[in-house]
């Protein structure tokens, strides 16, 4: 493989090869500590009667989506050991909501730190995880189920701002937001309100 200059932090580079194109963990100690918030979703594409059941929490194995959540908050914590080259961060919160539709239900994921690098990882990794564990929860019904869309929705803090994929700087999901739509499924820690 070609040379990579590791110590460059140009727009574009490829800050985690080392010259000899080896990986190597990035050195993130000059860098700013800031408050930082990113939001994923990931989308489960499943019939109407199956999300009908989802959004009981009646399925055979129980309350699918409360079980996806609390995945989801687990998958973000544990990030760093999933990814091999993600730094470690002392994640302030999780949040991980769920948006039922006819046909499909879509996961949202925010994670928010203090620290010296962002968080789309882990909020990319809750997402991911809440809708694997919501198709391990619905495929006695449907087996072909299908896992879709996971992508970073916002992001926040750090050297290079705000960003979102509707590009309007600074806009940033919240939990409040992803459960105010039609079929929101309430999150219990906020005393049942949807």
């Known amino acids: 493989m070609g040379a990579v200059n590791q110590t460059s932090h140009e727009s574009g580079s490829l800050t985690h090869l ?19 918030e990113a939001t994923a979703a990931a989308t489960v594409r499943s019939r109407p009667e199956v999300l009908a059941l989802l959004g009981a929490g009646e399925l055979p194995k129980g309350d699918a989506l409360a079980v996806a959540r609390v995945a989801g908050i687990m998958a973000a914590k544990k990030t760093p050991e999933l990814i091999p080259l993600c730094h470690p961060l002392p994640i302030s919160k999780v949040t991980v909501d769920f948006e039922l539709g006819r046909d499909a239900v879509q996961i949202l994921a925010t994670v928010k730190t203090r620290g010296v690098t962002g968080v789309e990882m882990e909020a990319l990794t809750a997402a991911s995880v809440a809708a694997l564990s919501v198709y391990d929860m619905i495929k006695a019904v449907d087996k072909h189920a299908v896992l879709t869309d996971i992508h970073v929705l916002a992001k926040s803090g750090g050297k290079s701002g705000s960003w979102s994929l509707g590009g309007q700087p600074g806009v940033t999901g919240t939990s409040d937001a992803a459960t105010s739509g039609a079929g929101a499924v309430a999150d219990p820690s906020a005393g049942g309100q949807a």
């Open 18 to 36: 080392r010259h000899d194109g080896t990986a190597q963990m990035v050195d993130v100690s000059d860098k700013a500590v800031t408050t930082r």
